[in-house]
């Protein structure tokens, strides 16, 4: 008995970094995100009803990026983040932010092209901010990019790490009509 006591006793500091290493938020899988604050942008509300961002960002001729605003519980813009290139693909945003109650928006596929839009101030509200589309005599002529867009109250957990699916909605949706002459079928 006293020996099988003895080789438990040793085996203590293994057990002890053993249940340390599984606590960890980046124990043996490298593709998992670290013990940060991770957002996930997507895409479902579609008519395939899965998730279409990454797939719908690709095929942007122009303007692959995601527009991502960040204002403080009272709707107070703090900062901007701009995601495009690797990061829109990776599909996973490192948040730089304390703990405590967020408000995010996102657009993605604003361009100059096709819309104009205003750039917050440290301060101001979230009700100030403005969107339009680009128009010549009050038309538009052209086909526009997608637009994807959505806000979503976030809230950061003192420690650990958190990960946070962001729903985005299309705006620009192509409509198809189809005319049939309902005598001779043509």
């Not at 490192?94 to 301060?123: I, Q, V």
């Not at 962001?166 to 009509?177: A, E, G, H, S």
């Amino acid at each position: 008995m006293k020996q099988y006591l003895s080789k438990t006793f040793r085996m203590l500091p293994f057990w002890a970094l053993l249940l340390l290493g599984l606590t960890s938020c980046k124990y043996i899988h490298d593709d998992l995100c670290p013990c940060d604050h991770y957002l996930h942008f997507s895409y479902t509300y579609n008519m395939k009803d899965a998730d279409a961002f990454a797939s719908e960002m690709v095929c942007q001729t122009t303007a692959k990026q995601v527009e991502l605003f960040i204002f403080d519980d009272e709707g107070r813009f703090i900062t901007s983040q701009t995601i495009a290139g690797d990061a829109l693909t990776q599909n996973c945003v490192k948040l730089d932010l304390s703990p405590g109650d967020y408000r995010l928006m996102a657009w993605a596929g604003l361009n100059e092209t096709d819309y104009t839009w205003t750039r917050p101030a440290p301060g101001e509200s979230i009700d100030d901010w403005q969107m339009s589309v680009l128009r010549t005599d009050g038309t538009v002529n052209r086909e526009l990019l997608g637009l994807f867009h959505g806000t979503l109250d976030l809230n950061i957990p003192v420690g650990g790490s958190s990960e946070t699916v962001f729903p985005l909605v299309k705006n620009t949706n192509k409509i198809r009509l189809v005319l049939l002459d309902a005598e001779g079928g043509s």
